[in-house]
C-alpha cells in the first residue's frame, strides 16, 4: 500500500543548530515527493518539491531536501534553526500517473529553543 | 493574487447538527480539493473537483459528507448529521490542473469542534 512515514512525532533543536527533519515512502514508483509547513492556525505552505533530476533540492526559507531512491527518502534539513521555523512539518507525495492524489505523512512537530 | 479563501474560521456544532463549509479556490484554479486535518495527523483527502465535475470522491462518507463546486468556482462541503469524530481542520486547496507539478495553494482551513 502506498504510505508516507514521518518517523519524528516532535523534534527540539536549539536556535541556530541544524535540523533534518526524516521522510519514508512507499510506493510502487518514485513519486513526485513535496515538504509543506504549517504554521499554527494556517494551512499549508509548500516548502519544496522533487520531480526529477538533481536529488538535492532548494526550497524557500533555507531549506533543502535530499532524495535517497536507494532508502525510499526525501529528509528536509536546514543548516541554522530560527525560532520563526516552530511549525508542523508535512512530507508528502503523489504517483506520476493516474489520478495525481497526495498523500501526507502525519508530520513532525518542530520546537525551537533559545 | 489572492489565496484560497475558507469561511467560516472556526465552528461549533452539537453532534447530530448540520453544518457547511465554503472555499473560494485562486481565480482560474480549475482543480479544487477537500482536505480533512484530525489532531495530529496528516491531511486526508476527503474529495477533489476538476472544475465542476468530481474526480475522487473515495475517501468522502457520503453517508453524511456532501460537497458541490456547481459553477467551477467556489466550493460548499456540508456535513449531516455530524458526529463527534468529524471534529477537525477542513482544508480546502486549489491547483491550475489535476497534474498541476507546483503544488497546491491550501487556504487557513476551518476548525470544526462537534460537542
Known amino acids: 500500500a502506498q504510505s508516507v512515514t514521518q518517523p519524528d512525532i516532535h523534534i527540539t533543536v536549539s536556535e541556530g543548530a541544524s535540523l533534518e527533519l526524516r521522510c519514508n515512502y512507499s510506493y510502487g514508483a518514485t513519486p513526485y515527493l513535496f515538504w509543506y509547513v504549517q504554521s499554527p492556525g494556517q494551512g499549508l505552505q509548500l516548502l519544496l518539491k522533487y520531480f526529477s533530476g538533481d536529488t538535492l533540492v532548494q526550497g524557500i526559507k533555507g531549506f533543502e531536501a535530499e532524495f535517497k531512491r536507494s532508502q525510499s527518502s526525501f529528509n528536509l534539513r536546514k543548516p541554522s534553526v530560527h525560532w520563526s521555523d516552530a511549525a508542523e512539518y508535512f512530507c508528502?507525495?503523489?504517483?506520476?500517473?493516474?489520478?495525481?492524489?497526495?498523500?501526507f505523512g502525519a508530520g513532525t512537530r518542530l520546537f525551537v529553543k533559545a | 493574487e489572492a489565496g484560497v479563501a475558507q469561511s467560516p474560521r472556526y465552528k461549533i456544532i452539537e453532534k447530530r447538527q448540520s453544518v457547511a463549509f465554503w472555499c473560494n479556490p485562486i481565480s482560474g484554479h480549475a482543480t479544487l480539493y477537500w482536505y480533512q486535518q484530525i489532531l495530529g495527523q496528516g491531511p486526508k483527502l476527503l474529495i477533489q473537483f476538476q472544475n465542476n465535475g468530481v474526480v475522487d470522491d473515495s475517501q468522502l462518507p457520503k453517508d453524511r459528507f456532501s460537497a458541490e463546486r456547481l459553477k467551477g468556482v467556489d466550493s460548499t462541503l456540508k456535513i449531516q448529521p455530524a458526529k463527534l469524530e468529524d471534529s477537525a481542520v477542513y482544508l480546502c486547496a486549489s491547483s491550475s490542473s489535476r497534474r498541476d507539478v507546483y503544488g497546491y495553494t491550501f487556504g487557513s482551513g476551518t476548525r470544526l469542534t462537534v460537542v
Open positions: 508528502a507525495v503523489a504517483p506520476r500517473t493516474g489520478g495525481f492524489k497526495t498523500i
